[in-house]
């Protein structure tokens, strides 16, 4: 009998139900955010508002930024169109306060942030539906920059990704205390 492990398959593949070009990016999203989950396993519900003076945002406000700006690239820059109410009726506090600081966001569950993501991510997936490869492709022009959804994807993945990392120090910290 081996004791090998069984060999992982590392492999960049696209979202079947989407143009390969795009799910390559979608399919890398959603690794992104199972990541996120692995690293939000079994944490203790005080962790998720838990605030020390050495780390900026506790692991609720990171997880509301999260999901806000996700929504914020679908609707402002993939789809150009404003929030529909259901989805402005998911952030009920601006992202940021006055000092530009994450607003903190306490006293909402685990769960209730999960849902939030998942709402936000079940809703671009869904748009990316309607999005040719064209489209995809397609340079948005605004005041302060131009931008591509193939762009924005690439740059959810980075987004998620770094927090995930302050995510996993906050609780670190707070496990510690």
């Known amino acids: 009998m081996s004791d090998a492990k069984p060999k992982r398959k590392l492999l960049f593949t696209a979202h079947p139900a989407y143009p390969p070009e795009i799910g390559v990016w979608l399919l890398a999203l959603e690794d992104a955010r199972q990541r996120t989950k692995q690293a939000l396993a079994g944490i203790a519900p005080a962790a998720i508002d838990f605030a020390a003076p050495c780390i900026d945002n506790t692991i609720g406000a990171l997880l509301y930024h999260i999901a806000a700006i996700e929504a914020d690239w679908l609707y402002a820059d993939v789809l150009e169109q404003p929030f529909p109410e259901a989805m402005a009726a ?85 496990e510690a205390r």
């Open 90 to 174: 998911q952030f009920p506090h601006d992202v940021r306060d006055a000092a530009g600081r994450l607003t903190a966001v306490v006293g909402v569950s685990l769960d209730d942030h999960l849902a939030r993501l998942d709402a936000v991510r079940a809703t671009l997936m869904e748009a990316f539906h309607t999005v040719s490869v064209a489209d995809f492709r397609r340079v948005r022009h605004f005041d302060a920059y131009d931008v591509t959804p193939e762009w924005v994807l690439h740059h959810l993945c980075q987004h998620e990704a770094e927090h995930r990392g302050q995510i996993s120090e906050a609780r670190r910290l707070a």
